[in-house]
């Protein structure tokens, strides 16, 4: 057990709906990461989040965002949903944003399935 | 921009067989290089990381890499695979940079028979 929690676990929808994933990292951790898996992408970085701000943006859809709140947690915010965007999604934390070395410690994923 | 290559996205040995997953990178800095594994239905636990120094690192469960700049290779061994190393590995690169993401490798399945 990392120590990262996400909900729910299994989230199946339909297209064209709007969904919420909702990390909470390790306690201590500032620093938040939304990855998805998928079967042709692969394991892709969304998005960052560190203390509150965005850090830093990766292959993230204009369809989807991304928040921090005040107490840490998360929430991916996936929205026009598409059968492509049917993946595992991770959320990772990590100590600080002190630099590429820190370990991202991952939660379980969120498997939505859109159909 | 950096990358990482993993040749062979599945690899099946015998129970106390020598495992070897191979991981290439590119990058025009230095590398911060990890590697991941993920059993079924499961999140990503780390096995090892290289930083700085040593360029042998040590990780959990009987695994090792080691970072050769030369080759610009960080490949996974384990002297002998049990059944329950049986899962999927992932090697990673972060460099300074480039924020704190991490670049994914497509990832090896490792079966291991009995």
């Known amino acids: 057990d990392s120590g990262v929690t996400q909900t729910p676990k299994h989230l199946i929808t339909a297209t064209g709906q709007r969904v919420t994933l909702r990390c909470s990292p390790r306690s201590g951790d500032l620093s938040v990461y939304w990855y998805q898996q998928s079967l042709d992408q692969g394991l892709q970085f969304l998005i960052q989040y560190y203390n509150g701000e965005e850090r830093a943006k990766g292959n993230i859809l204009e369809r989807f965002s991304a928040q921090q709140f005040p107490d840490l947690h998360s929430e991916l915010n996936l929205s026009s949903l598409e059968l492509g965007d049917s993946a595992l999604y991770f959320c990772?934390?990590?100590?600080?944003?002190?630099?590429?070395?820190?370990?991202?410690?991952f939660g379980p994923g969120t498997r939505l399935t859109v159909l | 921009a950096q990358s990482v290559t993993q040749l062979g996205s599945h690899v099946s040995v015998s129970e106390g067989a020598l495992v070897l997953l191979r991981c290439n990178y590119s990058s025009s800095v230095p590398p911060y290089l990890f590697w991941y594994v993920q059993y079924p239905n499961q999140g990503l636990q780390l096995l090892l990381k290289?930083?700085?120094?040593?360029?042998l690192v040590k990780g959990i469960n009987g695994f090792e890499a080691e970072f050769k700049k030369s080759e610009t290779s960080f490949h996974l061994t384990k002297p002998s695979a049990h059944m329950s190393d049986a899962a999927e590995y992932f090697c990673a690169v972060s460099v300074w940079g480039n924020t704190d993401k991490l670049i994914f490798g497509t990832g090896t399945r490792l079966q291991v028979f009995p």
């Open positions: 990772a934390s990590s100590v600080t944003s002190g630099g590429p070395a820190d370990t991202q410690y």
């Open positions: 290289y930083t700085t120094g040593a360029t």
